[in-house]
């Protein structure tokens, strides 16, 4: 049974930090792509970072340079360090996993609520 499990969000000032967690059981972790996505209220989900099982990193514009995804392949465990965090990335954020190359999962954990204020 796939399981993952987002957790480190909270409420921030605009400008501030956070990093988030997922925690994942069930897949070959090492083998798998991971992706963090967001939705805010209105949006539809949208991914800002993946990450292949070899370590290349791909991110949406809005987020690049700001921030940095990472993966403990030991401790199955993916993370998103976000930095100079904007009002725009309120959102409840979320991990996913596929194959290197394929589609992402259906597999979805509930989230973890970011919110920057302004």
């Known amino acids: 049974q796939v399981q993952l499990v987002e957790f480190g969000g909270g409420l921030v000032q605009a400008g501030g930090s956070l990093r988030l967690s997922c925690a994942t059981s069930g897949i070959i972790f090492s083998i798998n792509a991971m992706g963090w996505f967001r939705q805010a209220p209105g949006k539809q989900r949208e991914l800002v970072a993946s990450i292949s099982s070899a370590g290349v990193i791909n991110y949406a514009v809005s987020v690049k340079g700001r921030f940095t995804i990472s993966r403990d392949n030991a401790k199955k465990t993916v993370y998103l360090q976000m930095n100079s965090l904007k009002f725009e990335d309120t959102a409840v954020y979320y991990c996913?996993?596929?194959?290197?190359?394929?589609?992402?999962?259906?597999?979805w954990g509930q989230g973890t609520q970011v919110t920057v204020s302004s």
């Open positions: 996913n996993t596929r194959r290197d190359g394929g589609i992402w999962s259906n597999y």
